[in-house]
């Protein structure tokens, strides 16, 4: 089935320092999407891409979705602690509603 | 404020009892899914619903049944509980099927 490989695994980081994520398929995808879960939460949704090549921001936050639409990426700048956490990336394939995740990102950032 | 919600957030229970896991959503979206997270596998889709009467098995849907009685909601049942079922149980919901999902707090189920 389809697969999403998510990079890095585990990112131990410097407050203030940029962090950089990302999620490739051997697949097509029509959506991207990136969510953060805290621990005993469920994932929130975080954005959301609809076009290849599309590149779109929430505050800190800026995601890309790549021009082969296999693949998307997620930075976050100027780390601040309550951005610990697990991001996740999932695809969109076709129009069956399925979401297909990465294994997740887990972010720990030191003051 | 429209919101999803799950109930109970945490249950305990025996093996081979049936429970009963529910979640009900006031955006009025007609799709709604139910997924487990485990250490090392993820989010795997159990079994979705796009709208009333309308449900699909998942990637994982063998001890689980859906039913879509109204738009609301959609509980999740476990006819026979099994160890292997230990897990935390998240349902979400989407507008339309390209759309994004919106994520309930999650069910922390313990089979015992």
């Known amino acids: 089935g389809q697969q999403l490989n998510q990079s890095p695994q585990s990112m131990f980081i410097q407050e203030g320092e940029d962090v950089s994520m990302n999620c490739t398929s051997s697949?097509?995808?029509?959506?991207w999407l990136w969510y953060k879960q805290e621990p005993g939460e469920g994932p929130v949704l975080l954005i959301a891409l609809y076009k290849a090549g599309e590149l779109t921001s929430n505050g800190r936050l800026t995601a890309q979705f790549g021009i082969t639409r296999k693949d998307s990426f997620l930075n976050i700048s100027a780390s601040i602690p309550s951005d610990v956490g697990i991001y996740f990336c999932a695809g969109l394939s076709g129009n069956t509603g399925k979401l297909i995740f990465g294994q997740g990102t887990t972010l720990q950032v030191k003051p | 404020d429209a919101e999803i919600t799950q109930s109970p957030r945490h249950k305990i229970t025996e093996t081979g009892r049936q429970v009963t896991l529910a979640c009900h959503q006031t955006?009025?979206?007609?799709?709604m899914f139910w997924y487990r997270q485990d250490l090392g596998h993820g989010l795997r889709l159990i079994h979705y619903s796009y709208g009333v009467q309308d449900t699909n098995k998942g990637e994982v849907s063998d001890g689980y049944s859906v039913s879509r009685s109204n738009t609301e909601d959609l509980p999740l049942t476990l006819e026979s509980a099994a160890s292997s079922q230990t897990s935390v149980y998240f349902c979400?919901?989407?507008?339309?099927?390209?759309?994004?999902?919106?994520f309930g707090p999650g069910t922390r189920l313990t089979v015992t």
């Open positions: 697949s097509i995808f029509n959506t």
């Open positions: 955006w009025n979206h007609n799709n």
């Open positions: 979400a919901s989407s507008a339309g099927r390209t759309l994004e999902q919106y």
